[in-house]
């Protein structure tokens, strides 16, 4: 188990090498510079700011003295925001995204794994039917088209929720609803599928005629089995949800990492582009060495040894 980890750890490694350094010459392949919107600054002032953050060296230098300071785990000065560290800025936003990711993960997880379950025992049914058109619906519809209909219902009709911006509770509800649909259908289709199949098989007639409850058949053997392909896709999932929606965030005037992105593509601030994409990237493939350690929670039959690729 520990020379699986720490392989992993090295192949993790080497993957955030590879983005970072894709990720510093496509940021020199943008238009512009980050001095287009500083309509202000004489060629000499623009002069002057482009040296005090190095961009006047030969490409091969900045892309060294970026490395160098990766491994110091110094993400770079902010090009929008003065002095500001990019470090600074990701741990001031990320709190908004993470809380909302948290909120639509969990509650899209828990009712998708209920839907699906309804839809596997009544399988055929009027909500088995019921189940799966939501679900449909739910991967089809885009997430900002329901966080329209809900700013404009729950919002600006019923008025029983913040249209936007960031503050108490309440402002969460409406973005959190938006953001979960998704996770639910996609929980709710992959667990009704694995649900159909595990209790069509023929260890469940087995288990039935041996007189085990109807209970114990669903949740014991059909729900263990049924998670194991829900973590899978759970797990990039969770990191795209945390890590924040752009849209919703730019919808909901949510000051979280996905509007900072947004807005650092806007005004070529590299660093900040640079330093989001690396924390995408880390997030997400910490959790998928994080799931591949579940599977052997999640069904003690799945084992994983030093000698596993």
């Known amino acids: 188990m520990v020379r699986y980890i720490l392989r992993r750890v090295m192949y993790m490694l080497i993957t955030l090498f590879i983005i970072a350094t894709l990720s510093f010459f496509l940021m020199k392949l943008l238009p512009g510079s980050p001095l287009n919107a500083e309509d202000k600054l004489s060629e000499e002032q623009q002069a002057i700011v482009l040296e ?8 091969p230098v900045q892309y060294v003295n970026y490395l160098g300071g990766l491994v110091q785990g110094d993400l770079g000065i902010s090009f929008a925001f003065s002095n500001t560290p990019v470090t600074d800025i990701l741990m001031d936003r990320i709190g908004p995204s993470a809380q909302l990711g948290a909120q639509a993960l969990v509650v899209g997880t828990i009712l998708g794994v209920l839907l699906g379950l309804i839809a596997a025992i009544s399988h055929n049914g009027f909500l088995d039917y019921t189940s799966t058109v939501i679900a449909v619906l739910g991967t089809s519809i885009p997430n900002f088209v329901f966080a329209g209909l809900l700013q404009y219902v729950f919002a600006a009709e019923l008025e029983w929720f913040p249209v936007a911006l960031w503050g108490s509770f309440e402002h969460s509800i409406l ?25 069509g098989s023929d260890f469940i007639t087995t288990a039935r005629a041996k007189g085990v409850s109807e209970p114990g058949i669903v949740f014991k053997h059909g729900l263990r089995n049924a998670l194991i392909p829900l973590v899978t896709v759970i797990g990039p999932m969770a990191v795209s949800l945390m890590t924040g929606s752009m849209v919703i ?23 900040t582009i640079m330093g989001t994409t690396l924390m995408f ?6 959790i998928i060495l994080i799931i591949d350690l579940l599977y052997g929670l999640i069904d003690p039959r799945i084992r994983i040894s030093g000698g596993d690729s």
Do not use: H, W
């Open 52 to 59: 005090k953050y190095g961009l006047n060296d030969p490409i």
């Open 175 to 199: 973005p959190t609803i938006a953001l979960m649909i998704f996770p639910m259908a996609t929980a709710a289709r992959f667990v009704r599928t694995e649900m159909v199949e595990v209790l």
């Open 249 to 271: 965030e730019q919808i909901f005037a949510i000051p979280g990492i996905g509007e900072q992105f947004v807005n650092s593509v806007m005004v070529n601030d590299y660093p």
């Open 281 to 286: 990237a880390a997030l997400f493939i910490g």
